[in-house]
């Protein structure tokens, strides 16, 4: 219970982002409460209750007793963190301990997301406003080159860039030289992208061109060496959203005689459109397309690369209302009319398919790339004889976690500088340690690749911290997310203190209880059914009916037949339930007792029902409630002490509330969003 309330506690402050300095900062704000010295002002109050309803507007238009409460809530979190205060809870050991620990650990996330995941989404969403179009020649590199095979291609590709550089026609060097498999069918072509579809250095290296240049130099991805030419670059039109009428092939490799029956088709179909037939009329009783032949043969909304390149281009040229001539692809012949356009959203509204694209596509790329940048500033270097002697103890039938693994390894040893940066060194027998507890690679066998892995790892997390250790200075906002935390484990040891220590059960204050609130503890009517249910189609279940009207068994036929997890060994019986609950104890709370049911269609297979008996909603007795009293004498109990508690604080920081002035709230405009 205690862990849970911890939980809670943090997340509501991870949701708020409350904090004691940032409600004055407001000096001409009104007022809406002083706790003690501390005054919480409008612009505080519209931020937090905005953060933690789902935005701006929802929370304008909260209704007033809502905002009254979420004021109350507001004012309680600060009287208990006072409260902490007051008790010098913050000086308490095993807190600063705490505080250290995840000092470290969020100053690295904090300052990763500020130094290269806002940076980067703020680029995605840039690049996403553009959709641009190129063709590459690539010369390919086996999967784990050697130093002459990088040499050879870099040489190849670096002529290639020269001759394309100098005017010679770039799909005539396709042709030519490209080792890309597809080249034979685009020419090398890649058709229209934007962020997110290539891997990172081919996107970057585009985006740097205009129409019509070519790369000054090969691009280096884990594909091989690229040699690139913009052929477009044009703003992005968002998504768009159209309709089709399909007229199929019989196969992707269909003959001469289908394909041209198929034209036929359609054709006749495009002159039915030009004597004003309705276009979704047609699509519903003639396309092919079973899935969007129902609504008029409607697509949804879609973006550049949703759909094969014919059809796709032929949409994206289009204007609203527009019907395409003929268009061929793979599957068929289609007519095409575009419907809806949606621009590119604002970034606020695409934040959270941004971030998951940008996790995913390009995080790891970045990072690595500010970690190479990084390295060169403060000058990171290994010592090779130490970082020897560690991998002499790769025994790949010992694992990271194993405590002994480096037992041979000597004292001296141990004290020798393993790498270093700027002012700092970092000994082996720290790296050992930092190897041993680290959960990404408890589970790895010591070979030497991952060994050198586990290494490099330590020494980017040290080069991490390093760059933090001023990050309070840097960013204030960071400062003030470190005194959140504080506060919420504040919060947490002060509810540990005042309430959770306090609650005491036993036997007898949990039967006084149940007497004080014994109409809350109710059986509803029920009733007890058993069941025979089979899947697939309706013709088992059949023969059983047939076969329980001719006299066999309910009992023995559900423990041979039923196919409900676990109710084979239960003869299908149910147990008593809510009458309610379901379609078949609705089913079953109408039929007498002992009567069988015909067949009934449930969930995904065929139901048998017999009704076992019934019973009328009654109170229930100390054991049938005993699961539920617990828990809701522990709430009934801990809600008394908090108001007690909260009550004894309010007294002690002299609170003046103001809620006539949650008028004067969200009366202006939002204020601007950091994306």
Request: no cysteine.
């Given at each position: 219970m205690a862990t849970g309330r911890r939980v809670t506690v943090l997340l509501f402050l991870s949701i708020l982002g409350l904090g004691v300095n940032s409600c004055t900062k407001q000096t001409s704000d009104i007022i809406l409460a002083d706790i003690g010295s501390e005054k919480m002002g409008v612009a505080e109050y519209e931020r937090l209750l905005a953060k933690n309803n789902g935005g701006w507007e929802t929370a304008k238009n909260l209704p007033m007793a809502e905002k009254e409460r979420f004021l109350d809530l507001l004012v309680k979190f600060r009287l208990k963190v006072l409260g902490a205060y007051e008790q010098g809870l913050d000086k308490d050991p095993e807190i600063l301990r705490e505080m250290r620990e995840y000092r470290s650990t969020l100053a690295s996330s904090f300052f990763l997301d500020k130094e290269i995941v806002r940076p980067g989404?703020?680029?995605m969403y840039e690049r996403r406003k553009e959709e641009i179009r190129a063709s590459h020649i690539l010369i390919g590199l086996p999967q784990n080159p050697t130093p002459g095979d990088t040499l050879s291609a870099w040489q190849k590709a670096a002529e290639i860039v020269k001759r394309a550089r100098t005017g010679e026609d770039f799909a005539r060097l396709v042709a030519q030289f490209s080792e890309d498999y597809s080249a034979r069918q685009n020419g090398g072509d890649l058709y229209y992208f934007s962020s997110g579809f290539m891997?990172?250095?081919f996107e970057d290296a585009c985006f740097q061109l205009q129409p019509g240049e070519v790369s000054a130099k090969p691009v280096r991805t884990q594909f091989g060496y690229h040699v690139i030419k913009l052929t477009d670059r044009r703003p992005s039109r968002g998504q768009i959203r159209a309709s089709h009428i399909m007229i199929r092939f019989q196969s992707p490799d269909a003959p001469p005689d289908d394909t041209l029956k198929a034209y036929n088709?359609?054709?006749?179909?495009?002159?039915?459109?030009?004597?004003g037939t309705d276009f979704a009329e047609l699509a519903k009783r003639h396309s092919q397309d079973v899935r969007s032949a129902p609504t008029g043969g409607d697509l949804g909304f879609f973006e550049r690369r949703r759909a094969v390149q014919s059809f796709d281009e032929a949409?994206?040229?289009?204007r609203i209302g527009q019907v395409s001539g003929v268009v061929r692809t793979p599957y068929g012949y289609h007519l095409i009319k575009v419907t809806e356009e949606k621009p590119v959203p604002r970034m606020q509204e695409m934040q959270q398919t941004l971030r998951e694209l940008y996790q995913n596509y390009r995080y790891a790329y970045d990072y690595e790339n500010y970690l190479r940048h990084y390295k060169l500033v403060v000058n990171l270097k290994f010592n090779n004889d130490v970082v020897d002697t560690l991998l002499s103890h790769a025994d790949s039938t010992k694992v990271f976690a194993d405590s002994l693994w480096d037992q041979g390894i000597s004292a001296q040893s141990r004290g020798k500088p393993v790498f270093s940066f700027a002012s700092e060194t970092v000994v082996l027998d720290s790296v050992i340690g930092l190897m041993k507890k680290d959960i990404e690679f408890s589970k790895l066998e010591l070979r030497p690749e991952n060994i050198r892995k586990a290494l490099d790892r330590v020494a980017e997390r040290s080069l991490i911290r390093h760059r933090t250790r001023?990050?309070?200075?840097e960013y204030p906002e960071f400062k003030q997310t470190l005194k959140e935390y504080e506060e919420g484990i504040l919060l947490y040891k002060s509810e540990q203190q005042q309430v959770w220590s306090k609650i005491s059960v036993n036997d007898s204050l949990l039967g006084d209880y149940f007497q004080t609130h014994r109409e809350r503890y109710t059986f509803p009517d029920r009733v007890n059914l058993a069941e025979i249910y089979v899947m697939g189609d309706s013709s088992k279940a059949q023969y059983l009916l047939?076969?329980?009207?001719s006299g066999m068994d309910f009992d023995s036929l559900a423990s041979r037949f039923t196919e409900r997890s676990g109710y084979k060994e239960k003869k299908g019986v149910w147990g008593l339930r809510p009458m309610g609950e379901n379609d078949l104890t609705k089913k079953a709370s109408t039929m007498d007792v002992g009567q069988i049911s015909e067949i009934v269609r449930y969930e995904n297979g065929?139901?048998?029902?017999?009704?076992?008996?019934?019973?009328?909603?009654?109170?229930?007795t100390y054991e049938e409630a005993q699961p539920e009293i617990a828990g809701h004498y522990h709430d009934y109990v801990a809600n008394r002490?908090?108001?007690?508690?909260?009550?004894?604080?309010?007294?002690?920081?002299k609170v003046k509330l103001q809620p006539e002035k949650l008028n004067s709230t969200f009366v202006g405009p939002p204020p601007e969003k950091d994306e």
């Open positions: 989404l703020r680029q891997v990172p250095p088709d359609i054709r006749a179909l495009e002159d039915s459109l030009l004597t949409a994206f040229s289009m001023d990050i309070e200075t047939d076969s329980l009207k065929y139901s048998i029902i017999r009704t076992l008996g019934k019973e009328k909603a009654r109170l229930k002490l908090e108001e007690e508690w909260v009550n004894a604080l309010r007294k002690e920081f």
